[in-house]
């Protein structure tokens, strides 16, 4: 039997990128895809609990089914594997995202939410995105290192409850060096909010920010991408600092 693989996104539908990744994903199995109807991007791990869910199928072909849901990606996923499935999946695939997802864009990302929660699932999940934010990006330069990670991921899977954030660097395939198994970079948003004042005298704020990382080490997403790697961080969704329990601990007794 192939395998099952289940693909969601954070762009939405019609996005290049999630085509791109279903045409490679179907070279290993059997693909459901289950997108959100419009932009989810940064939605992180949100879900939808306050209105019914919404789905409309896109497209039926051999090997191939579409479909979209009017929720986040963490509702895709939870939809998809409940009721579009025909079994459970071999792994779950979301993006490849329009833009990066590296170091802590890990926290507010739809795409990386989506894998997440394929984890808590129990099932093996890996998240891809390329540093291109444009709608018409060319993923031709990537798709030998997702074909790659897919392959490897299916043939020996992943860790226990660990899932993949893979970036890849916006470079000529010649140009990228190879895949670096890394940590996230600290880095922050410096984010502010931009006053301003609609037709009808209302103000209303609009955020901004500025992505800092400064001298990120080698062993780290950021120094990778930034030197023509891409960049493959191991992550999980239990966010406990096992490290922090003892010390605690002794204020507490």
């Known amino acids: 039997m192939k ?3 289940l693909i969601t996104n954070d762009d939405g539908v019609t996005a290049k990128g999630l085509r791109a990744l279903d045409e490679v994903a179907m070279e290993f199995g059997d693909v459901v895809v289950m997108a959100p109807e419009y932009n989810a991007s940064g939605l992180s791990h ?11 199928e896109v497209k039926q072909a051999e090997g191939l089914s579409v479909y979209c849901c009017d929720g986040t990606p963490v509702d895709c996923v939870k939809l998809a594997v409940e009721y579009f499935c025909p079994r459970r999946p071999d792994v779950v695939l979301s993006g490849i995202n329009h833009g990066s997802n ?11 939410g989506a894998v997440i929660e394929a984890t808590a699932l129990g099932m093996d999940a890996i ?17 030998p290192f997702v074909r790659q990670i897919i392959g490897n991921t299916l043939e020996r899977g992943l860790p226990q409850g660990v899932s993949l954030n893979v ?9 990228i060096k190879g895949i670096r198994i890394c940590h996230e970079a600290r880095a922050q948003w410096n984010d502010s909010f931009e006053k301003r004042v609609d037709p009808q005298g209302r103000p209303y704020w609009w955020l901004t920010g500025k ?4 001298n990120p080490p080698e062993t780290s997403d950021e120094w990778a991408l ?9 992550i999980h969704p239990d966010f406990t600092h096992y490290s922090a329990i003892e010390e605690l601990e002794d204020q507490y007794r």
């Open 102 to 112: 590296s170091s802590i864009n890990v926290l507010y990302s739809g795409t990386m």
């Open 226 to 234: 930034r030197n023509g790697y891409v960049s493959v961080v191991p």
């Open 211 to 214: 992505f800092v990382c400064d």
């Open 167 to 175: 970036n890849i660097p916006r470079l000529p395939a010649s140009e």
């Open 46 to 56: 949100s879900i939808t609990s306050s209105r019914p869910l919404r789905v409309r």
């Open 127 to 143: 998240g891809f995105s390329l540093l291109h934010h444009s709608p018409d990006a060319d993923f031709t330069p990537c798709l």
């Open 3 to 5: 395998p099952l693989i």
